[in-house]
């Protein structure tokens, strides 16, 4: 408990005497001024960013899926990420069976570890999903560069994401998202879709997408169009440069 007190004095202490503070996230703003009473013109919304055309790659989906015993022709679904209750992994898995029920021959691919990997392994074997899942746990760089490009759908379940890199992956790589209402980059429907906190929502949105190839594109392209507007390095250092100068002033 004394921890936690300090920690929140600390981080209340570097607000208050701060000149400035940069947030990457809405999410993020509302939280530390709930929490520090940061006042709202010492706040800077910069968020994080990618380089764009980082991820993207020319290669064959068909030969990555078939090193790890997936038909090349198969659907994928991915989830890149801790293993962590916050991540959500496990409404993922437990959505599987609703997913199987409409489209039989989707695979999904978890890459990360965590304490729910085990779980999730676990409670897959239970589903009868397990022939459909592939827990991959930490990959490389490499690795998961390659699923990003080889898959179909990316899937972000998360519980509370205050920012996720995951989503400007997918979109660098031109992939459709499902994500949940914790994840407030995505604009629904228009740069992915929204899934409440739940098996069937996810499901759902899941199975939209499938059944909706034209309009995965055409929010796949949207938000790959995103990331070079909004999301690139380069415009994302000059916002901080911006930043430092205001405060030098």
């Not at 936690?4 to 993020?28: C, K, M, Q």
Request: glycine share 6%; aromatic share 10%.
């Amino acid at each position: 408990w004394w921890e936690f007190r300090e920690i929140s004095h600390r981080e209340w202490l570097g607000g208050y005497e701060s000149a400035a503070v940069v947030v990457t996230s809405p999410n993020l703003k509302n939280e530390i001024q709930f929490l520090y009473q940061i006042p709202d013109y010492k706040i800077s919304l910069i968020p994080n960013g990618i380089r764009a055309g980082k991820i993207r790659r020319a290669l064959d989906p068909g030969s990555i899926k078939q090193q790890y015993d997936i038909h090349p022709l198969a659907p994928v679904v991915l989830f890149i990420g801790r293993m962590s209750h916050q991540k959500g992994p496990d409404l993922l898995v437990e959505a599987i069976p609703r997913i199987l029920a409409a489209r039989w021959d989707v695979k999904f691919v978890f890459i990360g570890e965590g304490e729910l990997r085990r779980l999730c392994e676990r409670r897959a074997a239970h589903l009868g999903v397990s022939d459909a899942c592939r827990f991959l746990g930490y990959a490389p760089d490499e690795v998961a560069t390659a699923w990003m490009n080889a898959c179909d759908i990316v899937c972000v379940p998360s519980r509370n994401e205050p920012f996720c890199i995951v989503i400007l992956e997918a979109w660098d790589a031109a992939k459709p998202i499902v994500g949940t209402e914790a994840v407030h980059l995505i604009v629904n429907y228009e740069t992915g879709i929204k899934a409440y906190l739940s098996p069937e929502s996810i499901a759902w949105c899941i199975k939209y997408i499938f059944a909706n190839p034209g309009e995965a594109t055409r929010m796949a392209e949207a938000g790959s169009r995103l990331v070079a507007q909004k999301y690139d390095w380069d415009r994302i250092a000059d916002k901080t440069v911006s930043v430092y100068r205001n405060v030098q002033v």
